[in-house]
């Protein structure tokens, strides 16, 4: 181990070319103190987190950090691969031997200040084993033989992942201007990120300029992305023109693209083909479109239909956003979630089908496999119709119910197919896949090859499907929330009987309000399965264009369907303790909670697991 003091030399340029995301943990300004780190944040490039790259060997994490104690903390950690924490008011760096066990590799001599911002960082060269470690101006080398690469899990600020772990284990204190870089920076290199921080320049990247241009930048537009969809564009200032694209059965219903350099300036966007829209027919409630600046999705209020054009207008509040008729859910964000998942003990993932050409549908199998006895059996598919984005999220929230209630997992046997159409997905499309064909009219005689591994896969599960699902979202302009189910003529009494119980009670706990009862047509998914097993087959169709409509409340209706499941199987979930709460003065909020490991949350955004009883206090910004 040698150490190297550093003397801070600012250099004039650097040319590094890295991918690199700064999550600038808090709005406003510099090493803020407002907030609560206790919540952690998971930035696992779901929903829109601001991550650019969560894919990578060599890394470079840095951050600002003010401790408020030297309880033991993670500041930084990517399950598996590394971690940076405060050991007990010392920084203390180090991997995940060949991505598995945990190996400090380093701890920092000199204690970390408590209640003061700290400049830490941590670089790791996964080509020759080099690490360095920086608290403030001073940086310390070493080197290892092993290995780190494990890329299966996301990136957490200021705690650890419960889920994989057992129990967090929170930073106590602020976390500030976190970045990662995809290389291993050298001291020097890393320095001169402490400099550009401290002389308040912490969003830039390497290939940014380091001093502002007066003149703004022109808008920027992008839609040449996994589940991007947009026909062709023209910029003129801050107005921009844009036509939508269709997909191969001709239906357009997406838009999705991204806007750059359009931080505090307000753009004016003119759909010039709205006739073409099928998102803007059969309109019942107004037509907003979804954005995002990393963070969440929010309507775009600011709208007028005139003469075939539909326009609108917003003034962006980040540099970066992503402009989309539905909360975007692309195809790389539904293989990290089932890699993720892949890691749950409850859960198997099996590969269906492929198209030969790197595309595979994939299943999630989940299920207490200890319990041998029968088991009830439920099988589930999503984005037969890749813009129906509403199905992937109920689904979401169904299968974190389930991971969360093993209950659900002791005589039930979940089946989860999130994806039926990838390359539709993929290709921004609305409704076909790339032959162009609807997959839920192919379910009769195909040469579909997701159809056709689906059917596949239910006739190796065999006759003892109990229930069938199909979810979608509605198109065009309907706001309610449609559950389609059979006729009695159509299917029989006994199976109706069956039906309408479970109808019944997903009537009294979902928000799901309008039935439409109709006969077996064996092209689509849900009559091939009748028709074929018997079981009962229902589809879920949340209407996308409801504007009060959030994922939350999608994943937290997924919750409510898979309880509903259960409990029509016969299981019972004991009611979870309400966590108490007062308010007094001055936005101060007290939270008692009622017993330690239940998960609270305040708000939309702040969640926390308490570790004790104790009373915990936070000022509400
Ligand atoms: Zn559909």
Request: charged letters at 20%; hydrophobic letters at 35%; proline letters at 4%.
């Amino acid at each position: 181990m040698k150490k190297i003091m550093i003397l801070l030399v600012l250099l004039s340029s650097l040319v590094l070319g890295s991918d690199v995301v700064f999550y600038h943990t808090y709005d406003d300004g510099e090493y803020s103190t407002e907030g609560f780190i206790d919540n952690g944040i998971v930035v696992d490039g779901i929903d829109n987190d601001w991550i650019y790259n969560n894919s990578f060997e060599s890394f470079t994490a840095i951050a600002m950090i003010k401790p408020y104690s030297t309880a033991q903390g993670y500041i930084m950690h990517k399950d598996k691969m590394f971690l940076l924490q405060n050991y007990k008011g010392n920084l203390q760096a180090g991997i995940y031997r060949n991505g598995i066990s945990w190996t400090p590799l380093f701890t920092v001599p000199v204690s970390v200040d408590t209640n003061e911002w700290n400049f830490v960082a941590f670089s790791w060269n996964n080509s020759n084993g080099i690490y360095t470690t920086c608290l403030n101006n001073e940086c310390w080398n070493g080197d290892t033989s092993y290995s780190t690469i494990n890329n299966n899990y996301p990136i957490t600020i200021g705690e650890r992942r419960a889920a994989l772990w057992g129990s967090y284990r929170r930073f106590n204190g602020a976390i500030d201007e976190t970045g990662l870089f995809s290389d291993a920076k050298s001291v020097d290199e890393i320095i001169i990120i402490k400099e550009k921080l401290d002389l308040g320049l912490h969003y830039l990247a390497d290939d940014e300029p380091i001093i502002e241009p007066e003149e703004p930048l022109e808008l920027r537009i992008d839609y040449n992305f996994d589940s991007g969809a947009l026909q062709s564009y023209e910029i003129n200032g801050d107005d921009v023109r844009l036509w939508l694209f269709s997909d191969p059965q001709g239906n357009a219903y997406n838009l999705h693209f991204n806007i750059t350099n359009c931080t505090n300036r307000t753009v004016n966007f003119e759909i010039m083909n709205e006739v073409e829209w099928d998102y803007t027919e059969d309109t019942e409630s107004p037509t907003q479109l979804v954005y995002s600046c990393g963070n969440g999705w929010n309507r775009l209020t600011d709208t007028i239909e005139q003469s075939g054009i539909y326009r609108f207008s917003h003034a962006f509040e980040c540099n970066n956003a992503e402009i989309s008729t539905v909360f975007a859910y692309s195809m790389e964000n539904i293989n990290k979630r089932i890699d993720y998942m892949h890691f749950h003990p409850l859960t198997q993932v099996e590969t269906l089908g492929d198209n030969n050409a790197g595309a595979n549908i994939r299943k999630i199998i989940i299920s207490d496999t200890s319990i041998t006895t029968d088991k009830n059996k439920v099988y589930m598919i999503a984005r037969q119709h890749p813009g129906e984005t509403h199905g992937s999220f109920l689904m979401d929230g169904m299968m974190d119910e389930i991971l969360s209630n093993p209950e659900l997992t002791q005589n039930i046997e979940w089946h989860f197919v999130p994806s039926m159409n990838p390359i539709g997905i993929g290709l921004g499309y609305t409704r076909s896949d790339e032959f162009g064909n609807d997959l839920n009219r192919q379910w009769e005689e195909t040469t579909s090859w997701q159809v056709n591994a689906v059917k596949d896969d239910l006739a190796s599960v065999g006759y003892g499907i109990d229930l069938f699902i199909d979810s979608h979202g509605l198109a065009h302009g309907q706001d309610y929330m449609k559950l389609l189910s059979f006729t009695e003529t159509s299917i029989g009494t006994n199976l109706y009987n069956d039906q309408q119980g479970l109808v019944t009670m997903l009537d009294e706990n979902t928000f799901f309000n309008y039935f439409v009862e109709s006969g077996v047509y064996t092209p689509m998914a849900r009559s091939h399965f009748i028709s074929t097993y018997g079981g009962i087959g229902l589809s879920f169709e949340p209407g996308q264009h409801n504007t009060s409509m959030t994922i939350a409340k999608l994943e937290e209706e997924g919750a409510n369907i898979a309880i509903t499941i259960g409990d029509y199987f016969g299981v019972s979930i004991p009611p979870e303790p309400e966590p108490m709460f007062q308010v007094i003065m001055n936005g101060i909020v007290i939270y008692e909670t009622p017993n330690a490991g239940v998960e609270i949350t305040i708000g939309e955004d702040y969640t926390f697991m308490p570790t004790t009883s104790d009373i915990i206090t936070f000022q509400v910004t």
